[in-house]
């Protein structure tokens, strides 16, 4: 089975994300040739050269438009690794598709045009900060449309110093700068003529070494949890469903289910129509355990020996989205996976705009849109919280009232 690794690509709507995508699907030719042709002749009807985002985009509409309009999903296979390469919406408006993107992504590649009047946009820090908070710590940046200007290279370093002072403190692992230019294939696939004094590595040299890390194994390292997404009735036998996010189970372990305040050994493991001995982390399974009642969704399966107990609060940072506001006190619904539960913001200890402000405001009781903040949440019944950056799966969360007003990590 081939390594599959998800990249996120983000980035302001005019910078480039859809056309670098196009250029390295036609580049490790993992597109068809009939698709090509399409995108040809699509280009050639609206008076427009080749356009490498056409091979990317499914709508005339969108084509028309010079943007994607959802959340797009492409595969580039190469070397034996796919590739799946989600191109998040650069419009402030569409924010809720990018968490959504970048919270299932290993890595990031983020496009930054490098024509004058683009370049370093409010939106760009935004993305910057979200995935940072998402939990990804690989990024790509690259500095698209360089032969607008010349291939400057003292034009380059200036953007690249001016994206590195607002990454302080982010805590990107790893980190990279690329002049490009995808339209040209500038340093996507082969290193450019144009670029003589660029001593890097092309982009798709970068995605490679995503793909030499072993995100599975880092999951199979964390303890066991599993979300119940239902239970099943089989033959008058109860079976729990769900995704294993993290850790491994085993036949005959002994497991607690939390809140359910339940332990019980693991009888029978199902994985699709199969039944195995063992699951490991990302995998969807069925568990028949020797007793099945009082458990129900929502609840967390881990092992008894290494369990997380319940809690009715929590301290974590959140960011408030776009068009919405918060107001300590104020009745929300929580929800983590399939957990869900009323809460309310209890204390907002300090808050700020991660873009235009320079130090947190404290002693507030509301928070904004497009601001961050650190509270206190209290929870209508406990549930199973831990620290993001120990479990990821059980540590990240959003509130809503009708729609989604947030997003937040445990801290």
């Not at 006190?329 to 402000?357: F, H, W, Y």
Request: charge should be negative; proline fraction near 3%; glycine fraction near 8%.
């Amino acid at each position: 089975m081939a390594k599959e690794i998800r990249i996120s690509l983000l980035g302001h709507k005019d910078h480039g994300k859809s056309t670098l995508i196009g250029r390295l699907l036609y580049d490790t030719r993992s597109i068809t040739e009939d698709r090509i042709n399409e995108a040809r002749a699509t280009s050639k009807s609206l008076g427009k050269d080749f356009e490498y985002a056409f091979l990317l985009d499914s709508f005339e509409e969108e084509r028309e438009g010079g943007f994607t309009l959802d959340t797009t999903r492409a595969q580039v296979h190469h070397n034996g690794v796919i590739y799946e390469l989600i191109d998040v919406p650069g419009h402030k408006e569409l924010v809720k598709n990018m968490l959504t993107g970048a919270s299932l992504a290993h890595a990031a590649i983020l496009i930054v045009s490098a024509q004058p009047d683009e370049r370093l946009r409010d939106e760009t820090k935004l993305h910057l900060y979200l995935a940072s908070l998402l939990g990804i710590k690989n990024l790509v940046v690259t500095i698209n449309k360089m032969d607008t200007i010349s291939y400057d290279e003292q034009e380059f370093n200036k953007i690249r110093d001016d994206i590195t002072e607002i990454l302080t403190g982010f805590g990107y692992e790893k980190l990279a700068f690329v002049p490009v230019s995808a339209k040209e294939g500038d340093n996507v696939s082969a290193l450019s003529e144009a670029t003589p004094w660029y001593k890097g590595k092309t982009v798709l040299q970068y995605m490679q070494e995503f793909s030499d890390i072993d995100y599975e194994k880092e999951l199979k390292s964390l303890p066991a949890r599993m979300f119940v997404q239902d239970v099943y009735d089989m033959g008058g036998e109860k079976i729990l469903v769900g995704r294993l996010d993290t850790g491994t189970l085993s036949v005959g372990d002994m497991i607690a289910v939390e809140p359910a305040g339940i332990e019980r050994k693991i009888e029978q493991m199902m994985l699709r129509q199969d039944v195995v001995d063992k699951a490991e982390a990302g995998q969807n399974i069925g568990l028949k355990l020797e007793e099945n009642d009082g458990i129900q969704r929502g609840n967390v399966c881990m092992p008894a020996d290494n369990k997380t107990k319940p809690t009715s609060s929590i301290k974590a940072k959140i960011f408030c989205l776009p068009g919405n506001g918060v107001k300590a006190g104020e009745r929300l619904t929580i929800t983590c996976a399939s957990q869900e539960a009323e809460a309310e913001i209890s204390v907002i200890i300090e808050k700020m705009n991660p873009i235009s402000d320079k130090e947190p405001k404290k002693g507030v009781s509301e928070i904004d849109g497009w601001e961050s903040a650190q509270v206190e949440i209290k929870l209508g019944r406990p549930m199973v919280f831990e620290s993001f950056s120990e479990v990821p799966h059980t540590g990240r969360f959003v509130l809503s009232r009708d729609n989604i007003i947030a997003v937040g990590v445990v801290e």
